[in-house]
Nanobody, 122 residues
Framework: QVQLVESGGGLVQPGGSLRLSCGASGRTFSSYVMGWFRQAPGKEREFVAT????????LYADSVKGRFTCSRDNAKNTVYLQMNSLKPEDTAVYYC???????????????WGRGTQVTVSS
């Protein structure tokens, strides 16, 4: 079992930055692929980024490529999402997730956090 808790969300102006964190319980964090997803009101949950278990590989959605950076610190059981140049369309609840196989589908991830709200507005 892995328990995930996101933090770092909030209200930010367009063009601003936020860093989300996701802390994980358990001793096997370094075995898991970690992903970030988001869900805006009335929309399906969508893939944002994923990072391999070692942190050596990352993959991003086209909509965030070049603006968001995913990283992890296995010693701290934490994965991060640095979000720069934020846009109003980035407004959503952001979730982190853990799984054993890399990919962009929600079905590949077995454990989910409860999410943190990110609102981009002037």
């Amino acid at each position: 079992q892995v328990q995930l808790v996101e933090s770092g969300g909030g209200l930010v102006q367009p063009g601003g930055s936020l860093r989300l964190s996701c802390g994980a319980s358990g001793r096997t964090f370094s075995s898991y692929v970690m992903g970030w997803f988001r869900q805006a009101p009335g929309k399906e949950r969508e893939f944002v980024a994923t990072i391999s278990s070692s942190g050596g590989r990352t993959l991003y959605a086209d909509s965030v490529k070049g603006r968001f950076t995913c990283s992890r610190d296995n010693a701290k059981n934490t994965v991060y999402l640095q979000m720069n140049s934020l846009k109003p369309e980035d407004t959503a609840v952001y979730y982190c997730a853990a799984g054993l196989r890399p990919g962009t589908s929600t079905s590949l991830y077995d454990y989910w956090g409860r999410g943190t709200q990110v609102t981009v507005s002037s």
